[in-house]
T-cell receptor
Framework: RKEVEQDPGPFNVPEGATVAFNCTYS??????FFWYRQDCRKEPKLLMS???SGNEDGRFTAQLNRASQYISLLIRDSKLSDSATYLC??????????FGKGTTLSVSS | ETGVTQTPRHLVMGMTNKKSLKCEQH?????MYWYKQSAKKPLELMFV???????ENNSVPSRFSPECPNSSHLFLHLHTLQPEDSALYLC???????????????FGEGSRLTVL
């Protein structure tokens, strides 16, 4: 089983839709979790950290389920500008970030 | 000026060439990283330097040779590469690789490498 798995998509949604991505991980020793966003032909940028209690940043909500070993990202009221690839990342003690392949989102008008 | 700058942005090289990728960060960070991004594969960690010392080498073939002369500069020396090494090579920096509380890596725009 891969360390970090994501559904690559693409997810094609209309503007205003709500869309959710999941990311599963295999190593229960993983301690910290993040979502990164990568626009086409650009570098990844941190979108948000993921906390056990769940956290929200505007239209974006991230959640962590340690028991089932997955994290999720919910985007409400999708905008055209949300079109990008969303990478989940995790960190174990003393190691650098490990990334998933990414989930591609395409929002259309 | 962007926080992390990579040069060249594009590089085409033959399998017998020797070339180098350069990365410079202007953020005052302590750690620098090389990641490889290939199509349909996740970002692969290659090397980590913390305070100029290599702290991770993720089983990278010896044809890739990193160099970190100071906390602001990182190089990736390339020698006798294979066509399957063609990819986007991303440099990143962070304040502290063991800082679990932000997990924020700042990436450069990458060097797109094509090996013929």
């Amino acid at each position: 089983r891969k360390e970090v798995e994501q559904d690559p998509g693409p997810f094609n949604v209309p503007e205003g839709a709500t869309v959710a991505f999941n990311c599963t991980y295999s190593n229960s020793a993983s301690q910290s979790f993040f979502w990164y966003r990568q626009d086409c032909r650009k570098e990844p940028k941190l979108l948000m950290s993921v906390y056990s209690s769940g956290n929200e940043d505007g239209r974006f909500t991230a959640q962590l389920n340690r028991a089932s070993q997955y994290i999720s990202l919910l985007i409400r009221d999708s905008k055209l500008s949300d079109s990008a690839t969303y990478l989940c990342a995790l960190q174990k003690a003393g190691t650098a970030l490990i990334f998933g392949k990414g989930t591609t989102l395409s929002v259309s008008s | 000026e962007t926080g992390v700058t990579q040069t060249p942005r594009h590089l085409v090289m033959g399998m017998t060439n020797k070339k180098s990728l350069k990365c410079e960060q202007h953020l005052g960070h302590n750690a620098m990283y090389w990641y490889k991004q290939s199509a349909k594969k996740p970002l692969e960690l290659m090397f980590v330097y913390n305070f100029k010392e290599q702290t991770e080498n993720n089983s990278v073939p010896s044809r890739f040779s990193p160099e970190c002369p100071n906390s602001s500069h990182l190089f990736l020396h390339l020698h006798t590469l294979q066509p399957e090494d063609s990819a986007l090579y991303l440099c990143a920096s962070s304040q502290d690789p063991r800082d679990y509380y932000t997990g924020e890596l700042f990436f450069g725009e990458g060097s797109r490498l094509t090996v013929l």
